[in-house]
């Protein structure tokens, strides 16, 4: 069983209150990726770098985490995406991109994109987030979608999350064209009410539901005591409330985390509802520390590797 997750990790600087700027690595499915990786899973990161110092030891970072390689492309001369973390006085975080440009946005185009796609489609499952979708344009999402068919032919499985960033698409039309398309495409769905309302308006759950039965579903709902997980599987739902965190100091990856938690547990033998329990321990031990990844001491023991008393 191998996974492949898509995206784009950028260069994050994070601007302290003097105007110093300090380094680090960030992106959605890098997390994701990240995660699965610590808890056992043979995944490799689908993606295009440059050939700068700073996609060398992005290479690096991500081969320390154990995440595979094999399918990051180095684009001669250009770089990776940049953004900078402000935060203002009253402590509110705001985020701005450098990242047309970015050596990620070209993994369907040039001479290497056969070869991804041709690596790609051959994967057991794939996970691919909105934001990842927002990177190619249409032409290199023509190409991602008939890789995925491809894939879906063989037996292969994909899994997609809708992280919905409005500025990463030139309108709200093409974005929902994307997301429908992707919708229809998964197997599994995380979805975040948030993200839905944001793209659909008030249509945004029935969006998501139209694919219930054919489609696994995690609804994620944020409000009321705490955040619940709705999980839609055949016939059956189950709502999965998540446990309280003592302190939420950053909620930074929490749905990224909570992604590869509920992957790994589901590919370990669980049951959905099981699986969100532990994606659930997962995204709650993320969000009790500064930062999209937490200490490796810090991760809570799902128990993937013991007997599946559930599934
Ligand atoms: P994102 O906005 O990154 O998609 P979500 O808001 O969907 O993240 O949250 C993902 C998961 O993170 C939740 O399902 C839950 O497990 C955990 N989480 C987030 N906020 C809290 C909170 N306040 N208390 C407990 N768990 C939380």
Redesign the pocket.
């Known amino acids: 069983m191998r996974v492949a997750c898509i995206g784009e990790c950028m260069v994050e600087l994070s601007e302290r209150a003097d105007g110093s700027l300090v380094r680090g690595f960030g992106g959605d499915t890098l997390n994701t990726a990240l995660y699965l990786a610590r808890l056992g899973v043979a995944v490799d990161y689908v993606t295009a770098l440059g050939d700068d110092v700073w996609s060398d030891e992005m290479a690096a970072a991500w081969a320390r985490e154990g995440i595979g390689l094999r399918q990051v492309r180095r684009l001669p001369g250009r770089m990776p995406g940049l953004y900078i973390i402000r935060t203002d006085p009253a402590g509110e975080r705001s985020f701005h991109y450098w990242r047309e440009r970015a050596a990620a946005r070209d993994l369907f185009a040039g001479p290497g994109a056969a070869g991804t796609r041709a690596a790609l489609a051959a994967y057991d499952l794939v996970y691919v987030s909105g934001i990842s979708l927002s990177l190619y344009g249409a032409g290199g999402r023509a190409a991602l979608a008939e890789t995925l068919a491809a894939l879906r032919a063989r037996g292969g499985r994909i899994a997609f999350d809708t ?1 919905y960033r409005p500025r990463g698409w030139p309108d709200r039309d093409e974005a929902r064209a994307a997301f429908r398309a992707a919708l229809a495409m998964a197997d599994l769905i995380f979805a ?1 009410v ?2 839905l309302d944001w793209l659909f308006g008030a249509a945004g759950e029935a969006e998501v539901m139209r694919h219930r039965g054919r489609a696994e579903i995690v609804l ?1 709902v ?1 409000g009321g005591p ?2 619940v ?1 709705r999980v839609l599987h055949g016939a059956d739902e189950t709502a999965v409330p ?4 003592a302190r ?1 100091v950053d ?1 930074t ?6 992604a590869a938690g509920y992957l790994a547990a589901r590919l370990a033998g669980r049951a959905p509802e099981a699986a969100a329990a532990a ?2 321990r997962l ?2 031990a ?2 009790g520390h500064r930062g999209a990844v937490i200490p490796k001491a810090a991760m809570p023991d799902l128990a993937l590797r013991a007997p599946a008393s559930d599934a």
């Open positions: 992280n975040s948030e993200d994620k944020s705490g955040p997980a998540a446990g309280p965190v939420v909620t990856a929490a749905g990224d985390s909570f994606a659930h995204a709650g993320v969000i």
